[in-house]
């Protein structure tokens, strides 16, 4: 067991502290663990205990947010979010000490920090011109680095260049190598640790093999370029092998950007006034009328905000899929269902338009078909009675309306067979509903055996309609809805 002292809000985990230590040993690494692991975390606490700041945070756009709130719960540093309004001004906030980290999603790197591109369409690294405000960042964490494999992508290039001189660089990937070893190298320039495996030329003739020979064998095995990886740069932990370590069960609050959020604000403002008039009424006829027409409203809100989520949500799902793992996504709205088959066209899905041998069906591939890596249940419908314990990682794109069905789905995974921690994600619209009705769901989890739901689930209980409609004012008159968008993306 290792001294490790750290400034963190949270006591990490032993395997954790290991990684931080690997981390301030090595300075430039991969933590290539499982997800649910707490790579985050890890590459925080990296940074914070050496105190490598300003930081850069690039990541998968569906992340940002999380990212900005994991800094700012589990250190003192603020943490910024590169958006169109600080985009002249992001320099000034961290050279100020206004903010200690930027965190920008991969496709937007050309806008925040090149200033010019020499060679058209089809540049390198030399051709591009780099703002000099780049040189200020202490440290740079590339989250989800297998999506710079491709050493000719303009993100690669991108990167490579953000890199460039820091002494600190964290890269974070569940599957640092998705396909072949060559993955690997634009992950190891980036690091600037090519040169440990003797270059470019040198890696690619000791440990690849022309794809199209099947049957053709590396020069060094490849067992030798694990150990190297272990020795110089990397450090990887699998669920199975720091079970001990871990709860049952990990919730995760992703908060998201919605779409639509003019929309969202004015349903949003619509539905506060109407609440208004019905706190204020005393005919008990009248307000019983009424709290029928706020629930319709209630739920008209909620479909908003998680249509305003699908395009970040489509996002976490390609980004979770990349690790090589299963998903269990629970969703409601058939709209959402239809977008994410779309999307994902291998999808298996179990909802209330299926049969009930098409559910057996997707079932059974899901659980043991290795190509059926998604499953798309409705909350309803596939709630209970379903084992699917080939994945321990489950993730709401929509919230059901209590704690005790929460748990229902959750435990499609976590139950007899299940052999690891089950990773659960709830993506929640950033200044949305979804905040007023997963706060309710955590904070009155014995409430569920008084709720009479209706047909299309909504909450029909006075006491529980009461608590959500104050809850709901509450965080509205706190500007959780646009002011609340704007205040979290970190603008000052």
Not at 84 to 94: A, E, G, I, K, Q
Not at 162 to 176: D, F, N, R
Not at 180 to 188: A, G, I, M
Request: aromatic share 8%; with cysteine.
């Amino acid at each position: 067991m290792n001294n490790l002292q750290t400034h963190l809000r949270v006591k990490p985990y032993p395997y954790q502290q290991d990684g931080i230590v690997y981390g301030l040993t090595h300075k430039r690494l991969i933590i290539g663990d499982e997800p649910g692991l707490g790579k985050t975390l890890q590459s925080i606490g990296i940074v914070d205990t050496a105190g490598a700041y300003p930081c850069l945070v690039i990541c998968p756009s569906s992340l940002k947010i999380n990212w900005q709130r994991e800094f700012e719960k589990f250190t003192d540093k603020s943490a910024l979010v590169l958006d169109n309004s600080v985009r002249t001004t992001w320099p000034y906030l961290l050279k100020m000490g206004m903010h200690h980290v930027a965190i920008v999603n991969y496709e937007s790197l050309r806008k925040y920090f090149v200033w010019d591109i020499k060679g058209g369409k089809s540049f390198r690294l030399k051709d591009v011109v780099f703002c000099p405000q780049i040189k200020m960042f202490k440290s740079i964490i590339i989250d989800e680095s297998h999506r710079v494999k491709d050493p000719s992508a303009q993100q690669t290039i991108f990167t490579k260049g953000l890199s460039v001189g820091k002494e600190w660089i964290i890269l974070l990937s569940g599957t640092p190598v998705v396909n072949r070893p060559e993955d690997l190298v634009s992950q190891l320039s980036i690091m600037g640790r090519l040169q440990d495996f003797g270059g470019a030329t040198q890696f690619k003739a000791d440990y690849c093999t022309d794809p199209k020979d099947k049957d053709a064998e590396p020069t060094v095995p490849l067992s030798v370029l694990s150990q190297k990886l272990y020795d110089t740069c990397m450090i990887r932990r699998e669920k199975a092998k720091v079970l001990p370590q871990l709860p049952d069960k990990t919730r995760v609050d992703l908060y998201v950007d919605i779409s639509n959020g003019a929309e969202y604000d004015l349903a949003a403002a619509d539905l506060a006034a109407y609440l208004e008039q019905y706190t204020e009424c005393t005919d008990y006829e009248i307000r019983r009328k009424m709290r029928m027409e706020a629930l319709v409203r209630f739920m008209t809100l909620r479909q908003l905000a998680t249509l305003g989520k699908l395009a970040q949500a489509i996002d976490f799902i390609r980004t979770f899929l990349d690790s090589g793992k299963k998903l269990i996504v629970f969703c409601s709205l058939h709209e959402v269902v239809d977008a994410l088959v779309k999307a994902f066209p291998g999808a298996v899905t179990v909802t209330g338009r299926d049969s009930a041998v098409s559910k057996q069906a997707a079932v059974d591939s899901f659980q043991n078909n290795p190509d059926t890596r998604l499953i798309v249940c409705s909350i309803k419908a596939a709630g209970v009675g379903l084992t699917l314990t080939a994945s321990s990682n489950v993730a709401f794109v929509e919230l059901a309306w209590t704690y005790a069905d929460c748990c229902q789905c959750e435990d499609r995974a976590h139950r007899i067979g299940q052999k690891d921690n089950v990773t659960c994600y709830y993506l929640l619209g950033r200044g949305t509903i979804d905040h007023t009705i997963y706060s309710l769901i955590q904070t009155k989890k014995s409430i569920a055996a008084e709720i009479m739901n209706s047909d299309d689930e909504i909450p029909t209980d006075e006491m529980y309609f009461d608590q959500l409609v104050a809850s709901f004012l509450n965080q509205a008159e706190h500007g959780n809805m646009q002011d609340g968008r704007e205040k979290d993306s970190g603008v000052s």
